[in-house]
């Protein structure tokens, strides 16, 4: 799990005077990748030797807005990880309140598009996500 | 049901050279804008009467990459309505191949933010969403 | 000169109840292949054959705001162009009145990122933007 | 003078491979927050107060490319300012290699939608913006 933080900038938000809630799935990504980072697998360093990882589904729960100017904390986790995929996981936080929870599936694909089984083909990336697997993160 | 075409836009595409996932819950948002117009529920015309309907929930599926220059087709329909929230379906299609399936979960708040019981306070508006559930649009 | 229709997004507003001011530089890029299309240079094909056209520098000017289900009509055009790089100008108007005028400049690369020299190398095209080129819109 | 840090986000990249030109605007927005909030006026709080602040104009230069990953610095600065608007400068670095050059105009209304006259109604706001005044920050 990491910690990430997030300051909610003026164009994030809408004329409901809220956060637009498609920002959340750009969050998610920010989250992801310092996540990757921080266990070692810079996803800029992955794409370079040809891999990338689509994002296969998406499933948001909005709890609480939040506006400009907000702090969001941001916690990601592996939710569940197989061969063929994994799930990140995300618990936000504005001061210690949950204001959103939500989750993306993911594979990994080689330079033919081809998809990665990861335990096989991936096996030191495969084992930390799955010490690092979790139910939740509040 | 509502058919709505959206055009892939350049500032919509990433680098992995695919429109990045995070633009269709902003294309859900215009087909159901597009939607609730036809269906006689101009939104600008809800807010102007002091309604506003946050997203308390959002699922995607992406089924197939689209990018730069390609025609979506979108089809917005009810997936399921309560008193107190409806779900709206999404499929959409590039040339007749399904790319991405969703739904988004919305509530209607009035001028102090409390929950609008949508049969009681919105007769015209349920009923009309209720005639237009359907399970799917595929 | 083309005209190209924008309506305004939900998404594209924030917290001010206007259109946010970046939205406008997407429009023009929307406008702008609109054009390049309608002129015979559909871009997606232009990539296809490893040009790419990378934007220079950006001038705008907001006249009056915008907000959501606005309907925005925007003529793009060729207000100069040299063998090197071509500047397009942009007029927005709503319902009648100037609401933005704005210009980009861009040039040509081949698939080695070298400039390509318009007149030279891509005649047809060059022939055609001056062909285009007006002082301005309104 | 107050120097921001980006991080450049996967969701900011093309199909071109780089970050999108749109994004530039908005990383002058979260600078120019950043560097109003550190000389004591943050605009969370001045919206509170019942003042907001449109852009009337925006010039940019793009000098060089930047992507994902990328750590882009972020220098926001006074270039002038007048009783009626002032004029933000922002120069933006990667490794120290300037990558983008620009320029955002603004005035303030109150809530009646009527411009301030800064030098008389916001009298130390003008003192400390007129203080920060520089040519540029290169």
Redesign the interface.
């Known amino acids: 799990m990491s910690t990430y933080t997030h300051k909610v ?3 994030e ?6 956060t ?4 959340y ?2 969050w998610m ?2 989250a992801r ?1 310092d996540f990757l980072d921080k266990i070692g697998f ?3 360093e992955m ?1 370079a030797k040809g891999l ?1 990882s ?9 709890k609480a ?1 939040t ?3 907000d702090i969001v904390e941001i916690k990601a986790y592996v939710l569940s990880c197989t061969s063929a995929k994994f799930v990140v996981g995300y618990d936000m936080k504005k001061d210690d309140k949950v204001v959103f929870t939500g989750e993306s599936t993911h594979c990994f694909l080689d330079t033919n598009g081809k998809i990665i089984r990861l335990q096989k083909e991936l096996p030191n990336f495969y084992d930390i996500l799955c010490k690092n697997q979790q139910e939740n993160a509040i």
């Not at 637009?20 to 920002?23: A, G, I, P, V």
């Not at 689509?54 to 909005?62: F, L, N, S």
């Open positions: 900038q003026y164009y938000t809408d004329r409901m005077g809220i637009h809630h498609s920002n799935i750009r990504e920010e990748t810079n996803y800029a794409e990338s689509p994002v296969i589904g998406v499933k948001c729960d909005y807005s506006t400009f100017d």
